[in-house]
T-cell receptor, first 114, second 118 residues
Framework: SQKIEQNSEALNIQEGKTATLTCNYTNYSPAYLQWYRQDPGRGPVFLLLIRENEKEKRKERLKVTFDTTLKQSLFHITASQPADSATYLCALDCHTGTASKLTFGTGTRLQVTL | GAVVSQHPSWVICKSGTSVKIECRSLDFQATTMFWYRQFPKQSLMLMATSNEGSKATYEQGVEKDKFLINHASLTLSTLTVTSAHPEDSSFYIC??????????????FGPGTRLTVT
């Protein structure tokens, strides 16, 4: 069966450290993978997109890797800050020719403490 | 940036009544919008794809007669939960990719609507 798993339900790290979140998938062949941030009671906000032929993508303090052999994406936040505390969702798009449909992982709740 | 709004932001209704939720793209047009449902501490589950000028397509297990979707214009999609029951209580979120950017681009999400059925 198809499954998208994010490494842990919650991750606690100290301010200034690098947070690493994992997204593993099975029985999917995504064209690309996206990462979103969701704050409580709010809709997701887009962070980064990485295509299947890209290994790594960066945006400011964020970095995403995508290994289609391992079927895994890693999401890194460097120099983490308390304001980074939120739930982070990975989403796969197995585009078939019409508008993309995203399938979301379960999410990892990140807590950055002082 | 592209903005998607939802109305209402929250609603409480009695069991058996119908509730309409609006999703609007404020500064862009979208031929396609998506409706998701999110239960507490769970991820977003796609319910249906709303297509402007044609019928919506529903994901497996989603009752099309219960969740009526209308996409009447390039900026508005509505989701009506008919004969709502307590198990329909959830967080409903819509999203849209901007017109002409429906492939290999991010989606813009609305702020969500919290539905509570008593």
């Amino acid at each position: 069966s198809q499954k998208i798993e994010q490494n842990s339900e919650a991750l606690n790290i100290q301010e200034g450290k690098t947070a690493t979140l994992t997204c593993n998938y099975t029985n999917y062949s995504p064209a690309y993978l996206q990462w979103y941030r969701q704050d409580p009671g709010r809709g997701p906000v887009f962070l980064l997109l990485i295509r299947e032929n890209e290994k790594e993508k960066r945006k400011e303090r964020l970095k995403v890797t995508f290994d289609t052999t391992l079927k895994q994406s890693l999401f890194h936040i460097t120099a983490s800050q308390p304001a980074d505390s939120a739930t982070y969702l990975c989403a796969l798009d197995c585009h078939t020719g019409t508008a993309s449909k995203l399938t979301f992982g379960t999410g990892t709740r990140l807590q950055v403490t002082l | 940036g592209a903005v998607v709004s939802q109305h209402p932001s929250w609603v409480i209704c009695k069991s058996g009544t119908s509730v309409k939720i609006e999703c609007r793209s404020l500064d862009f047009q979208a031929t396609t919008m998506f409706w998701y449902r999110q239960f507490p501490k769970q991820s977003l589950m796609l319910m249906a794809t709303s297509n402007e000028g044609s019928k919506a397509t529903y994901e497996q297990g989603v009752e099309k007669d219960k969740f009526l979707i209308n996409h009447a214009s390039l900026t508005l999609s509505t989701l009506t939960v008919t004969s709502a029951h307590p198990e329909d209580s959830s967080f409903y979120i819509c999203s849209a990719p901007p017109l002409g950017r429906d492939f290999l681009y991010e989606q813009y999400f609305g702020p969500g609507t919290r539905l509570t059925v008593t």
